[in-house]
């Protein structure tokens, strides 16, 4: 097997994320020690897992939302509520609770805000309802008056009745993005929103077809998979609801490495993300459901 050598394009990302890192949590701990944080909030992602195991990952914040999207915002208003994704102001350093399936951990968020959480059931079950909810609470007091902060998240679990899982690429896949082309994707992702971005024609249909089972039962789960950051995960979770696509776990770019890892060219994220989902359910078939640049999407094949 070939042994990965980083390129100079790699180290120089790794470089600026690393820069990157360090500002956000030299700024937030500034912050903090002068009493400046607005109100805090817990963002969880989507999860998923199996009858023993629920992995889930979210992020704590300070509470400035991007406001809501409308089919006549402007340019200018769509820069700007892209610009307060990006630019977030995170809290590092703090723990965080997870509670559900009858276990509780414990976790403590990165110096980008970020937070993993792993439960191990002890006991494993079955339920009809294939989203179990987690609990989720911060337990750090970080500015006055803070009171309680508390969200809840879901992870998805296969029900046994489930025939195969798909695996789905995002961009230019179920959302028109034109990844291929640099300049047409930032004037799309920057300058448009959630309600003025187009699915690629069938999206919605196709994939609830794949959904249901033969008796019309939707059982067959779906995750997404995406080289987008995970400041746009409102964005995609938005748009699924939107456009009548299943929901499912959508899983982005993470590049909160360590300082011993580089951030990697290509598509080896998605190929990893794709393999811990496999891992986690290892008795259910996958199919990879990918598109191209601008074209309509189609089933790529079993993965297993």
């Known amino acids: 097997m070939p042994i990965w050598r980083p390129s100079l394009s790699d180290i120089l ?3 600026a994320h690393q820069m990157e890192r360090q500002f956000v949590w030299l700024r937030a701990t500034a912050r903090r020690s002068l009493g400046w944080l607005n109100p805090v909030k817990i963002v969880p992602y989507r999860g998923y897992g199996n009858p023993e195991q629920l992995l889930l990952m979210g992020r704590v914040l300070e509470d400035r939302p991007p406001g809501s999207p409308g089919e006549d915002d402007t340019w200018w208003q769509n820069l700007r509520a892209m610009y307060r994704r990006f630019v977030t102001d995170a ?25 993993r959480a792993t439960l191990e059931l002890p006991e494993p079950a079955e339920l009809e309802d294939p989203w179990r909810p987690i609990e989720l609470e911060l337990l750090d007091r970080v500015r006055e008056g803070q009171g309680e902060v508390r969200a809840q998240g879901y992870v998805l679990v296969p029900p046994a009745r489930s025939r195969f899982g798909v695996i ?13 082309d640099f300049l047409k994707m930032a004037r799309i992702t920057f300058l448009k929103n959630v309600r003025t ?25 779906f995750f997404y998979v995406s080289s987008s ?37 290509g598509h080896e994220h998605k190929l990893q993300k794709i393999e811990r989902i496999m891992e986690t359910c290892p008795e259910l078939p996958f199919v990879l459901v990918v598109g191209g640049d601008g074209g309509s999407a189609g089933a790529e094949g079993a993965s297993r």
């Open 13 to 15: 990302k790794t470089a």
């Open 91 to 115: 809290i590092p350093d703090v723990r965080v609770r997870a509670t559900g399936g009858g276990c509780s951990v414990e976790t403590t968020t990165d110096r980008e805000g970020y937070f």
């Open 168 to 180: 789905s690429d995002v961009d230019d896949t179920i959302i028109r993005s034109y990844a291929t």
């Open 197 to 221: 971005r187009t699915p690629l024609p069938g999206v919605s249909r196709f994939y609830r077809a794949l959904e249901r089972n033969a008796d019309g039962e939707p059982c067959n789960p």
């Open 229 to 265: 950051a995970w400041n746009l995960y409102d964005v995609f979770e938005a748009f699924l609801d939107l456009h009548d696509i299943p929901a499912g776990p959508i899983l982005l770019r993470d590049l909160a490495l360590d300082d011993e890892k580089f951030i990697k060219s």
